[in-house]
């Protein structure tokens, strides 16, 4: 398996979707398209594409559990913060370790038409959304985190049943993490779903 710079652009803007299955493009987006739409250009996974994009991913929700912990106001809210943040960093910890036992080498830029393209806008609106976010506080960020969570993790529960696994180790974890990702998606939306933030 061999972990790829096309797995790296894919994943930037994996924080802030969510869709109920990854969308199979027949063309992938570049440009103002990609920044809009970044899951156009999602695609069944391959193990070393699953591992970067999760490691990826979890990093970018770890962002998000931090802005909760110090500027939200709800302890129920802070609380899910805190553990969903605890169970990520475990899930990074493993994913590093699966990163570094791949096979390196492959330069593979150009196999993807307009990667370039597609990675600034995922970086782009990434850095929007998490400006937004830092701008808000005490029951608005609250509320804001939960929406935006609750997206995260449907969309690692996304790409981890489309991805084409093989490896044992890599199923293991992804079958642990998407059991994870559910009980936690359950929580975000009961308190969506009942408007707690107390």
């Known amino acids: 398996m061999r972990i790829n710079y096309i797995?790296?652009?894919l994943?930037?803007?994996?924080?802030?979707?969510?869709i109920p299955g990854v969308v199979h493009a027949q063309q992938p987006a570049t440009g103002?398209?990609?920044?809009?739409?970044?899951?156009?250009?999602?695609?069944?996974?391959?193990?070393?594409q699953f591992v970067q994009m999760m490691l990826e991913h979890?990093?970018?929700?770890?962002?998000?559990?931090?802005?909760?912990?110090?500027?939200?106001?709800?302890?129920a809210v802070k609380e899910l913060a805190a553990r969903i943040g605890e169970s990520q960093e475990r899930d990074i910890v493993e994913l590093k370790a699966l990163s570094k036992d791949e096979a390196r080498g492959t330069t593979g830029q150009a196999e993807h038409h307009g990667a370039a393209d597609h990675h600034k806008g995922m970086v782009q609106q990434s850095e929007t959304m998490m400006k937004e976010l830092k701008a808000k506080s005490g029951e608005e960020l609250d509320r804001a985190f939960l929406e935006h969570m609750a997206k995260h993790h449907q969309m690692a529960i996304s790409m981890t049943e489309d991805?084409?696994?093989?490896?044992?180790?890599?199923?293991?974890?992804?079958?642990k993490m998407l059991e994870s990702q559910r009980q936690e998606l359950a929580e975000l939306k009961?308190?969506?779903g009942d408007g707690s933030s107390k």
């Not at 994943?11 to 969510?18: D, K, P, Q, T, Y």
């Not at 929700?61 to 106001?73: A, T």
């Not at 696994?165 to 974890?173: A, C, G, I, Y």
Request: net charge negative; hydrophobic share 45%; glycine share 4%.
């Open 32 to 48: 103002a398209d990609a920044a809009q739409h970044p899951h156009t250009a999602m695609q069944a996974l391959t193990d070393a």
């Open 163 to 175: 991805a084409t696994l093989q490896d044992p180790e890599v199923k293991k974890l992804a079958e």
């Open 58 to 75: 979890h990093q970018r929700g770890l962002e998000l559990v931090r802005l909760e912990k110090e500027q939200g106001s709800s302890p």
């Open 190 to 192: 009961k308190h969506l």
């Open 11 to 18: 994943a930037a803007g994996a924080l802030i979707v969510a």
């Open 7 to 9: 797995a790296v652009c």
